[in-house]
């Protein structure tokens, strides 16, 4: 469903925004405390004892980076998967402030498995039903992080 014939911007597009917001809001700050224990590790090169908690952190920060970047990835697939033959994405609000992605039954498990890491960071809650994703905020989450 795509809502083109009420004439205004669909319930889904808000939802859809917060999702990316909250997933680039969530990759940047691992990345940034990623670079912020490699630019320690840098400065203290000459003491390696002093260096092992913020090498281990940085190792930390990278790993949960990559996680943190194939949900976005697998977000991203599973939107552009979405979009119809018209060029319309198949996308239908949920109750309350949810959105209901079609995908196929292999897609929307890999997916929401794949987003787990942005779910456990974020309000962000991502559930398998058939062959559907359900992506949903809660309302008090709109404020900005």
């Keep these: 469903m795509t809502d083109d014939e009420s004439g205004g ?3 889904w597009v808000p939802v859809l925004r917060d999702v990316a917001r909250l997933s680039g809001h969530e990759l940047r700050n691992s990345l940034n405390a990623l670079v912020v224990n490699l630019e320690v590790v840098r400065g203290r090169a000459d003491s390696l004892e002093s260096l092992r908690p913020f090498v281990a952190q940085a190792v930390e920060q990278s790993e949960e980076s990559v996680r943190l970047a194939e949900g976005a990835i697998a977000l991203l697939n599973l939107v552009v998967d ?3 033959n018209s060029g319309s994405l198949r996308i239908e609000y949920v109750e309350p402030r949810g959105i209901r992605i079609e995908s196929t039954e292999v897609d929307a498990a890999r997916t929401t ?3 787990g890491p942005l779910s456990a960071r974020s ?3 991502a559930e ?3 062959s559907a994703v359900i992506l949903s905020i809660p309302e008090e989450s709109r404020r900005k992080p």
């Design 113 to 115: 498995r794949a987003l």
């Design 9 to 11: 911007s669909p319930p």
């Design 128 to 130: 398998k039903r058939a």
């Design 123 to 125: 309000p962000l809650d």
């Design 82 to 84: 979405a979009v119809g």
